[in-house]
């Protein structure tokens, strides 16, 4: 049979048949374009002798063992990268190709020969490295993705916690003011769950009174993408009331446009309360409530600015009780106290609730009344000032009375200050003072 028949060139594999002796007997053009040697020069050459030292061993084993014992066998490329030193046509001796290598038996004429196919495998090789890259890459992007996800898993579970064991009420909101999440104290703070104020603005549950005040705040928030802050009154639906502090800071979707806010809700009642008793302690005298001599003085500077802009007319009165240090003498301290909460509390009611009175001293009144026109009325008013006081005082283990002296002065006719005003007003009251002792005697008396 002619070898040439058996080793066809047009296939796209190498051929080389080996005769019994271990000797090539043929190979196909393929191979001789990529050996650099004719079929007919390679005639009768052990494969060393045609591919020089480079042949690797294994290849010569399993051809011995193809033509002595009739076995077949492969040369992957996996373990055997480059068998025979062959290189890709054209391509120079740069790069030798890759090659898996099948060597078959072939029984022919008694003899064994084998047949050796060489397959280039080089771009299956190039190919298999660069899923072998990607498979890599995509395990660590895998790797990466479920570390971030854990990570991620772990931060939500560390916020709901912290969330769910947060002292302060937290939310979310949309720009709407609809909140999205409410934390366990948020919930607590409004007396609500979420689901029974989702989709209704939280705004909207706020006393009448406080709801434009604090709209009109949160769309500014919005519009200028600023923070939110107010502080209200807030009624729960059990009637309960607490004063809170809403603060939040502006959340901005994908487009950098702002989505709603996150924030925080405070029960901030025991402050509020603080703070309003102690703007009222720094405003109003301890025993008696009634606005303390600062404050009387601040009102009195403010309301003769007003006075002047409208020429209205003020009436200042200074009241003195008489002879007060002998109820303390008499009757004891606390007793003194007692009449001098009597004697506010009696001037306060003879006035209008726009009037102003104030403690001025130990045993001194001050009082304003705008609208003071009419020169008649102020007269009626300190006679009843006068008769309010002189009513008998109660103290517990017998009744007491005490009369007052009044001193008046009005803007603009006794003075167009403050100073000047209370200066006049006091002259005024001695003047009285000296009258009734002079017409009296002792003032104050058990009854
Ligand atoms: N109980 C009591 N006494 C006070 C208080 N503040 C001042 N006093 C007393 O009020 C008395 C005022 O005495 P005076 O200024 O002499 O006035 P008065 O005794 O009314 O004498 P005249 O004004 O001249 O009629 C003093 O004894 C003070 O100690 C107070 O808060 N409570």
Redesign the pocket.
Known sequence: MDCCQLLPDCVDIGLILVGQDGRILVWNRWIEERAGLSSEQALGLTLSEAFGPHVDPRVALVIREALDFGWSARLSHALHPMPLPLFPPGGGRAERMKQSIDVTSLPLGGTNQCLVQVRDVTETVRREALLKQQARQLRADLHRLTRAQTELQRSEMRFRELARQAPAGLFEADAQACCTFLNERCEQLLGQELVAVAGTPWINLLPFSEQTRVRKSWCQAVESATRFSEEFRFTRPDGSYLWMRAEAGPLRDESGRIGGFIGTMLDVTDLHERATRNEFRANHDG?TSLLNRDRFERHLRAAISGAREVSDRLALLFI???????I?DNHG?NA??TV?KAVAGRVRRVLRSEDLVARYG??EFAVLIAGAGDPHNIDTIIGKINQAVAMPINLGHCHVRVACSVGLAVFPDHGTDPASLLNHADKAMYCA?RTRCADSGS?SEPV
């Open positions: 025993l003195d009780l008489d002879d007060f240090k002998g303390n301290h003194g106290d001098l130990g045993d003072k003032s």
